[in-house]
């Protein structure tokens, strides 16, 4: 795979970060994006070229694009669209402009950043766009609402879009991790304190027995929680096979809630769900 190039998204820590270097390794030219000028610092510490990307700032999604084609004179094998965060709390008392910024982040900035991409890979007659979904995108959870939505809609988006590139010599691709060992709680937090009112909450005792205990509370690996290699390898699969699945599900829990969600009725599968 010498010589060909990436671009992944959300690379300063978890998920990002291992692909980043996983893939490298496996011969890739890896631009490893983050949205905070210490973080692409810190990865060019580390030898990577590192545009700043941030998926809530088109004007940064224009210009780290254009950084990375000014390096590869023009060109970009595979896009890894892996940056996102959470907000949570119930529905009831998330904000709509609460809502807007995650999906600001988790939908449009990918959506921004794929249109940028897919004239490029056009043009050149190959590429490769994978999308980082969860299992959260096939199911939901309590607490999760927002990020739910916006995974829910980036399943939709990638179905639609790589149905619509069956004619292009342009692959596709989602993958839903799961419980993967990453800083998307400690990441959440600012979030939460910002948007959420709890204490205002007809759900107050609910927050602190509940999610305040999980968001503050540093714990050990979930159950079925796999490390962030788990999945690049599964991202090297589809980048690197010359017929790369549609989808690939990462963890036990993402293949369990998959064969649920096609098996189970409604109402037999928000049991299952709420049971935790």
């Known amino acids: 795979m010498t010589g060909r190039s990436i671009l992944v998204t959300g690379c300063s820590s978890g998920i990002g970060h291992d692909a980043a270097h ?3 390794a496996r011969g890739w030219r890896v631009f490893a994006a983050c949205r905070k000028p210490g973080d692409c610092a810190r990865l060019r510490d580390e030898g990577f070229d590192a545009p700043l990307i941030d998926h809530a700032d088109a004007a940064s999604i224009e210009s780290g694009l254009a950084e990375v084609l000014e390096a590869t004179g023009g060109r970009l094998d595979a896009l890894f669209n892996n940056g996102a965060f959470a907000l949570p709390c119930a529905v009831e008392d998330l904000p709509t402009d609460g809502l807007r910024s995650i999906f600001e982040a988790n ?14 890979m056009r043009t050149q007659g190959h590429g490769r766009i994978v999308n980082c979904s969860s299992v959260l995108g096939l199911v939901p959870m309590r607490w999760r609402g927002a990020y739910v939505a916006t995974k829910f809609a980036l399943e939709g988006l990638t179905d639609v879009l790589r149905i619509e590139m069956r004619d292009t010599p342009l692959h596709v691709i989602t993958i839903e991790p799961g419980p993967v060992t990453s800083k998307i709680r400690e990441n959440s937090i600012p979030h939460f304190e910002r948007w959420i009112d709890w204490e205002s909450s007809a759900r107050a005792e609910q927050y602190r027995d509940s ?3 999980r968001l503050y509370t540093a714990r050990g690996p979930d159950r079925f929680e796999l490390p962030a290699s788990a ?3 599964k991202l090297a699969h589809a980048l690197e096979s010359r ?3 549609p989808r690939y599900y990462v963890t036990t829990p993402t293949y369990l ?3 649920a969600r096609r098996i189970l009725p409604t109402r037999a599968l928000d049991w299952l769900i709420s049971r935790g």
């Open 231 to 233: 999945v690049t390898r």
């Open 243 to 245: 017929r790369p699945r």
């Open 211 to 213: 999610l305040l205990k």
């Open 22 to 24: 996983g893939l490298r």
């Open 257 to 259: 809630m998959g064969a």
């Open 107 to 120: 939908l449009f900035g990918v959506h921004d950043l794929t249109r940028r991409v897919i004239p490029v």
